[in-house]
């Protein structure tokens, strides 16, 4: 879908800038950038076409003081009692990081391993649906999206209970900083550093759009960086997943993705359809920032953005207006005095001819390959209308992807596991509310509000993806999680049974209420799954079975709303 040849055009030139200025490379630090893993966990070898740029200056984070005798002695008590547990005295937390709307993020120390990670806590998940659906998103595309260029969760704490619980902690490989505080930071970028950075950026958006999913929210902060220039993106919140080809409406009412970076078809919702070249677009205008250290379109408001937009591009032509399905969109657009493209040698006078020409070709779509999408299995809640219990259920079932041998027993449909798995949350909560504490006073900060969410609701027409061979493990994964999660059991069949078993073969009564008639849709297809191996792919799903829960999905869909 996008950045593919967009990708293939900076190792040109790159290329060529190697062969004009060789002596100005170091020898290669690093083969990080040399094996990107691919979807199905196999390993795909990118060539590392260059050497890594000078370090660059990261902010230093204020460290606030240690913590206090009774929480260092209540850390001691916890170590000691959970001990036998390894999970609660895994990690030591050490300093806020950051903070966001939606948690608060501190440096912390993996005692198993010595590595630092970052934690994030997200207090009250479930205060929102919308709010808990975005943190589904987002844990759901990171466990999906593997890549060097794209941050890694590497756990989430247990919580204490499984229906009860409000907040969760993820654990992530710790950066340094982000791109935003790096281009404040660090006013000497050089060429080097600028193509670094974007190929960086442009590998990790070939391998999201090419797993058919569109970011959305990309923009300098959302993009972490090292002081060894290493990038990798991160906020997945306003993620979606692309299903198919054929023609999605996508409600855009709510999006709240940061106007700067916005495509101009998202100021004013100017299709009913949208492709990836939204994050394209933003792509364009982080590179441009980072070429000037400035933002290319600081908009004050959506009408402003596309002044702005088109003071350097020009007005468009009468046939993009003519496509514009926003009536005041468009007659905002035909209105407007009319604008000539400015030349980018103009706008950016010292940065590279090549850099620019790459720049120009961003906002094009047609170089954009495709492979392994993510399964549509793992999204379908996206579909549906979800309450909070629905939600929990799911990120729980999302935080057993972190604790296999407890998922083995909730695949076995076990109730009790949590007692033999005592959670850490409780004590990480005492030590983020210590060092939250201090936080605040060093940064005289007040806690971020939560912007909510957006939560377009996508009509998909459904079709089946002919590509989708490599990730045929996942489907069967995604619609086993389905089946156990999608939406829990009725109360009255879930203490000590076997949730399969109260539907036998599968059978549903399209009689009874609607939403039990969704959860039998959801244990017919686990039923299936299970029993699959038999069929005619080994150990993938029939293409009918995908239709049939889709089919099912949306007749209850229907039936509720
Ligand atoms: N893995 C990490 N390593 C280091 N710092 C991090 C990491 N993840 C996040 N941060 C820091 O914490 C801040 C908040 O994190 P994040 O953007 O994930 O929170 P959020 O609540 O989703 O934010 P937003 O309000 O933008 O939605 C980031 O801007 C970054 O500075």
Redesign the pocket.
Known sequence: MAGGGVVDGVRRWLRRRRGRTASAYQPLRSSSLARHPGGDGGLEVVPGPFALPAAIRVPARNSPPPPDAQLRNERTSDMEFFTEYGEASQYQIQEV???????V?A?AVDTHTGERV?I?KINDVFEHVSDAIRILREIKVLRLLRHPDI?VIKHIMLPPTRREFRDIYVV???????LHQVIEANHDLSPEHHRFFLYQLLCALKYIHSANVFHRDLKP??I?ANSDCKLKI??F?LARVAFNDSPSTIFWTDYVATRWYRAPELCGSFFSKYTPAIDIWSIGCIFAEILTGRPLFPGRNVVHQLDLITDLLGTPSSETLSRIRNENARGYLTGMQRKHPIPFSHKFHNADPLALRLLERISKLSREPSRLPVSKFEFEFERRKLTKDDVREMIYREILEYHPQMLQEYIRGGEQISFLYPSGVDRFKRQFAHLEENYSRGERSTP?RR?HASLPRERVCSSVDSNNQDSDNEERRAISSIARTMISPPRSQEKGKNRASAYPNGIINLNSNPKIYLKSASISASTCIIRGNKGPKENGISEDMEEVVYELSDNVTRMLS
């Open positions: 990081v950051g903070k966001g709307s939606y948690g993020v440096a970052a994030k941050v992530f490989e710790l950066m340094e900083s982000d902060k959302n972490l991160c906020d919140g971020l912007q």
